[in-house]
């Protein structure tokens, strides 16, 4: 009986993103399955982390839309997640869950909350930081660059990266309260800065014919860009999927160090 409640609990979350619009419907199909596994292993509880990052996201994202339009010039993907993006920030939180599931273990749940934090903190810092009334920094040269350009870092996006980790930190402790909740807290904000990394150094990033803007696109202005850096296979996506399996193994070892 209660697998057949999370099954509809997951299916009412994920048609309510797709009628919101932020999800697509290969979106929402994607988030039904990571959603299904999660409760698999970790139960609602499991569904309230995952609803707290995927709610608080989606909401950031809409936060004055109207000042954000010179970034989604630059930026692959839309507010509208797809199913790739939802497989980029779900699939090693629903793997761990079907793992801690077949072998329950603490470890196996930091781990889970660990990669949520990084998710949920890179997401915080992309949408509140472009807010920012600072332009952004280049995290490896310091230089100033444009706003949207991958490895930009800002003040406001560094507080917001640290909250968005923090708040799925202390959900999970409500849930929880024998998590180490600074210790997440820190390895989820951790996630957030290799993503940042791994865009400045190795994130695709091309320019465009017709206008010159630099973009993540690979068309704009209707005609095909030219990559200008960084490799052809590592876009936005891969950038996310790395930084969070890096948190996790990060926080795996660490811990295995104590």
Not at 139 to 168: D, N, P, Q
Request: proline share 2%.
């Amino acid at each position: 009986m209660n697998e057949l409640i999370y099954v509809v609990i997951t299916f009412i979350a994920t048609f309510g993103g797709w009628l919101v619009r932020s999800l697509s419907i290969s979106g929402a199909v994607a988030a039904f399955f990571v959603g299904l596994f999660i409760s698999f292993g970790f139960a609602w509880k499991g569904l309230i982390i995952l609803g707290a990052f995927f709610v608080s996201s989606s909401l950031w994202s809409k936060l004055q839309k109207h000042k954000k339009e010179s970034v989604l010039e630059k930026v692959e993907k839309g507010e509208q997640r797809d199913y790739v993006q939802v497989l980029a920030n779900g699939i090693i939180p629903a793997i761990i869950s079907l793992v801690y599931f077949f072998s329950p273990s603490m470890l196996w749940r930091d781990m889970f909350i660990v990669a949520i934090a990084a998710a949920n903190s890179d997401t915080w810092a992309s949408e509140i930081g472009s807010l920012s009334k600072q332009p952004p920094r280049f995290i490896t040269t310091w230089k100033i660059v444009e706003r949207g350009t991958s490895g930009g870092i800002t003040f406001l996006g560094t507080i917001a990266s640290i909250a968005g980790a923090l708040f799925i930190g202390i959900v999970s402790f409500v849930l929880w309260n024998d998590i180490y909740l600074v210790l997440i807290s820190l390895f989820g904000f951790f996630g957030s800065i290799i993503d940042t990394w791994i865009g400045a150094v190795g994130q695709a990033n091309y320019r465009c014919f017709v206008c010159g803007v630099e973009t993540e696109k690979k068309q704009h202005c209707g005609q095909r860009t030219i990559r200008i850096k960084g490799w052809r296979f590592m876009n936005n996506d891969m950038v996310n999927w790395l930084s969070i399996l890096s948190a996790t193994i990060l926080y795996f070892f660490v811990t295995k160090l104590q």
